[in-house]
């Protein structure tokens, strides 16, 4: 598949260069967008890694060099593949293609609309409440052996939670995790749908809609 631009005739001068700058800034803030709706599940992975004990063991993070949990990379890698299988990578190029359309080469960014600082912290918020929809089928089964926990601490005091309690929460998570499987691919694809949806949104705003 190819695609072809209708580009105008643009003469090179101090203006090109501002509008060869502008396209730069767009790419860079709707990649932004994209990592931020995508940090959720990062977040949420340290929410549940904090919870089992995990949040010591923390990995390095290839793309960003930042320590990055154990179970938010898991989170992340499969989101990635749910994310090639359904092809949502052409609607990312597709996606890419037709904002020419929405934002014209030869047009700068309307920065004076207080819409676009507005439509990213809509988006910010929005991703921490993705992140905790995630998190809380883990983290409230955590909790709750918390509560058991402290429980058995106190009616049996000769038992040691702090030995137990680690390899009990470990396992309630692991547990938690097969079962809540299915509903994770759900939030998963409804968090791609938000990320395309406020691409669109982003770019409608850089293009003065």
Avoid at 71 to 98: E, R, S, W
Avoid at 173 to 190: H, Q, T
Wanted: some cysteine.
């Amino acid at each position: 598949m190819f695609y072809t631009l209708d580009i105008p005739a643009i003469p090179i001068d101090d203006q090109y260069l501002l509008l060869l700058f502008k396209e730069v800034l767009v790419g860079l803030l709707l990649g932004l967008i994209a990592y931020i709706i995508l940090a959720a599940i990062q977040i949420a992975g340290g929410f549940i890694d904090f919870q089992m004990g995990f949040a010591i063991a923390n990995v390095i993070d290839p793309q960003t060099g930042a320590q990055s949990p154990l179970i938010g990379q898991y989170f992340y890698t499969i989101a990635l593949l749910f994310l090639l299988t359904v092809n949502g990578h052409h609607l990312l190029i597709n996606g890419i293609f037709y904002s020419y359309e929405t934002i014209p080469v030869h047009a700068f960014i309307p920065f004076e609309n207080e819409g676009i600082a507005a439509f990213v912290i809509e988006v910010f918020n929005r991703m921490f409440i993705i992140a905790f929809q995630l998190s809380i089928p883990i983290v409230g089964c955590l909790f709750l052996v918390d509560i058991a926990l402290g429980i058995v601490a106190r009616t049996v005091p000769q038992l040691n939670v702090f030995v137990v309690g680690l390899p009990l929460k470990i396992l309630v998570a692991f547990l938690a995790l097969f079962v809540m499987m299915s509903i994770y691919i759900m939030l998963v694809r409804n968090l791609f749908e938000l990320m395309i949806n406020s691409m669109d949104g982003l770019m409608r705003l850089f293009g003065g809609a």
